[in-house]
């Protein structure tokens, strides 16, 4: 471990454990609060301003402190709080470290997502080894110290020029005071130069007035002065552009000058959002803060704003319109299916292709009506997901895809439901299913990893994070990733097709087109092109590693297929399924409006 062994004294009140290798001044801190109320789209925020910074040629790296005490997000009901997002190393996490990732086209890992629940459990652990001898352990300074210890971990290790800490929830919580608290403390120790303090805030809009009103902006702004904290920045959050007299009267009462209080309105893409802040001069306003100026490259800057601009323009201008419908039960959550709608958004305007879509509720979708059901849609997905609901909504709609040609993409779940279906259908196994919906099925097509079997509990303990995976040669799946023998793809699943019905599926004309390097674990199944257009299928989730500039192979071969179901031509083979700009072959240009007929 990188701190230093001892952890407290009888003879001061201060506390603060350092980690090996930390060079006070070196790194620098940008701390994002939310006021007013959540989902104001602070991570979105942050990440932009991380962006903007890195984009500057600073290296950047962001933590998000969560308040709540689960270790993780894996026993989280996405529901509720969005999807599970998994790191490469198999954190699974809050949705806003997918978001950090897409922005930054960083692999992030576990250091990059701080719980309380990790911290007080890293608190107790150490008084237990008897690290705090003779001290009772308490909030300030003990467990503040230990997020403080977490922050300058990340910069170490992450060798950081700029940190970019998103404190969760909204200031006024009592579940995250405490991290407000460690920040505030630890500002003071690495002094005025080296942290940045910026409130995301809401202007409210009220229909029955038809104008802004600051009001609820300033009361809460004033909750975090309260709490020790300045901001010097003021970002505010609103429908519309927030207008003079708003941030005049947000300045004056939180005692902001007004070149730093920003309008932060509504966008037609999260990409458009670091443009927006740089636009409005955020950025030279956290540089000469943080007196980073000299670390500042132009040409680098220049670059990266080209290439990301050209993205917009490409989002902006994509004109074919695809359908694809998403089949769950959380269809009424769009945070549910954060990474798989950002990842349709990246593929299609690879292609330019303007993606909607259609959510399929699959509890009442059955074989007689998917065709009505799926009547308007160009492709499907079916997305991950556990337990029985909607299960056979599922089977019966993937029927329907595989048997008339529909482009179709599963995902993790997605996948094991097109297996029991297609050992259904196609290989006469009556009853097959999987032994996480039917225990006792007569073939258990799908079954529980071996390792899955000797645990215990619900937690951190599926298999998670990124895995290599071997393609099989001359598969579609092969052409789509380029010819490469070798991806890496990110797993969240316990169950497996079952190694025992490999060679009846595959006699019936199914192909596993990657598999596992050492295991016989089944990674992802197609079926051959003079069978279906496009029906893939993969037991991982090829949606979390999808970025702006790198649109991930999977979701491109789904997007051009579906623009062909659509009727739009597009030439050149599915080798063009390649980030513009990473491949110089005539055909990985983007759809040629010359070539298409929608
Ligand atoms: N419930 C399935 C499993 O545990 C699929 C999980 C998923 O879709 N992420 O294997």
Known sequence: MLESLRLASDDTEFFTPMPTGYEPGRTKYVVVFGTVMSGLGKGIFSSSLAKILQDKGATVTPVKLEGYLNLDSGTLNPYRHGEVFVLDDGMECDMDLGTYERMLNLDLSRLNFCTSGQILSSVLDKEREGRYLGRDVQMIPHVTGEVKLRLRELAVVAQADVVFVEIGGTVGDVE?????????????????????????????????????????????????????????IIACRASAPVTKKVREKIALFANVPMDRVFSMHDCDSVYVVPEMLRGAGIDTAVTDLLRITNRIDAKAEEIARTTW???????RGAEHPVTIGIIGKYTTVRDSYASIIQALEHAGTHFGAKVAIEWVDSSDLTYANAARKLEN?????????????????????????????????????GMQLAVIEYARHACDLTGAHSTELEPDCPHPVIDLLPEQKKLEGLGGNMRLGGYDVAITPGSITATLFDGAERVRLRFRHRYEVNPEYIETLEKAGLVF????????IMHALELPADQHPFFIATQAHPELASRPLRPQPMFLGLIRAAMQYSGVQISGGLECARPKGECSREQCDPVDSSHASS
Do not use: W
């Open 377 to 413: 849609i160009h492709g499907v997905i079916v997305p991950g997901g556990f337990g029985t609901r909607g299960v056979d909504g599922k089977i019966a709609c993937i029927r329907h895809v595989r048997e008339n040609n529909i482009p179709y993409l599963g995902i993790c779940y």
């Open 309 to 315: 601009n050209d993205y917009i323009a490409r989002f």
């Open 513 to 520: 087109s990657c598999k596992s390097p050492e295991h016989p």
């Open 176 to 232: 995250n005071a405490y991290f407000i608290e460690a920040v505030r403390e630890m500002s003071y120790e690495e002094g005025p130069e080296n942290f940045c303090f910026v409130a995301l805030t809401y202007v409210v809009e009220p229909q029955i007035l038809g104008e802004q009103k600051s009001k609820p902006a300033q009361v809460s702004l004033k909750l975090l002065n309260a709490a020790g904290i300045h901001p010097y």
